[in-house]
């Protein structure tokens, strides 16, 4: 079996759990297949007892590699979805950062996620993604997203309108900093900080929340994914930011843009015992209540 490892940065707070890591896949016979800048980063300090591949890019990620483990927060694991793509290799997240809704294995487990991939006791959940088209390239070979859609002002820029259609109905004009448009799992996630609503994983939805509305009345909806939300930016300034989870855009407002369902989904491993209710519970702390 070869697992690919993908990190960002090697925290050397961590060195203990990481050594584990490759301890854990060496006992189970597992092949490591290394992002190579974060490679380099180990090999300052971390012990192989077993021959390791490296990689470059998602283009090397083949039909041999079985899963990709994330190590780090919930940012790390939303750039190996950028990697991984269509390939629909599974993602297995190991928490190395704060909150961690997607990473949702904690760095103490970490011998015991090597051991459920290797005896298949684990759970896939199938996650839907959001597909940008615009009428001139942007995001390269990866416009797509696990979390959210974002249209947003730049920093010095006075509010912006954005018209929104759903498959060419007009919906509403925004006048707002911003504007997102979340799937299901990036309901927790920036849309939830501006007073968006969390849906279930597998509801089959899009949750549009507006950032810093200037009227009152105006307050996130949720419409189903088989629709196109197409947009109109208006303002002041000639550009605004446009952003895919973690990676952005500067676009002039002349640009037209519009969203959909990827045509694929992220699978995403997680043990037996964690689902996404108690994942709530754990990271919103419901019920740690006094009263309760």
């Avoid at 060496?26 to 190579?36: D, E, G, L, M, N």
């Avoid at 051991?115 to 070979?141: M, T």
């Amino acid at each position: 079996m070869k697992v690919a490892i993908y990190s960002r940065v090697m925290d050397w707070d961590h060195r203990t759990e990481v050594q584990d890591l490759f301890d854990e896949l060496a006992k189970q016979q597992i092949t490591p297949v290394i992002f190579r800048p974060y490679f380099e980063q180990l090999t300052k300090g971390i012990q192989f007892s077993m021959p390791v591949q490296t990689f470059g890019t998602g283009i090397d990620l083949d039909k041999s590699i079985e899963f990709i483990i994330s190590l780090g927060g919930d940012g790390t694991l939303l750039d190996t979805v950028s990697l991984v793509g269509n390939k629909n290799i599974p993602v297995l997240g190991i928490n190395f950062g704060r909150l961690g809704f997607l990473a949702g294995i904690g760095k103490e487990d970490t011998t015991a996620a090597v051991n459920a991939l290797s005896k298949r006791s684990f759970v896939v959940d199938k996650r839907s993604l959001i597909h940008l088209d615009a009428s001139e390239e942007l995001f390269g070979e990866a416009p797509f997203a696990l979390n959210e859609f974002a249209i947003h002002k730049k920093d010095t820029s006075p509010m912006i309108k954005i018209h929104t259609y759903l498959n060419g109905e007009f919906l509403n004009t925004y006048w707002a900093d911003g504007l997102i448009v979340s799937t299901p799992t990036g309901s927790t996630g920036y849309s939830l900080s501006c007073n968006g609503p969390i849906v279930f994983p597998d509801s089959g939805s899009f949750v549009i929340t507006p950032v810093a509305p200037h009227n009152l009345n105006v307050r996130s909806i949720v419409v189903p994914d088989n629709n196109v939300i197409s947009f109109e930016v208006e303002g002041r300034a000639d550009d605004f930011i446009c952003a895919l989870d973690s990676r952005r855009h500067t676009v002039n407002k002349q640009v037209q843009l519009a969203v959909k369902r990827e045509s694929f989904t992220m699978s995403l491993v997680r043990l037996n015992e964690n689902n996404f209710l108690q994942t709530l519970r754990s990271k919103l702390m419901w019920g740690l209540d006094s009263r309760n």
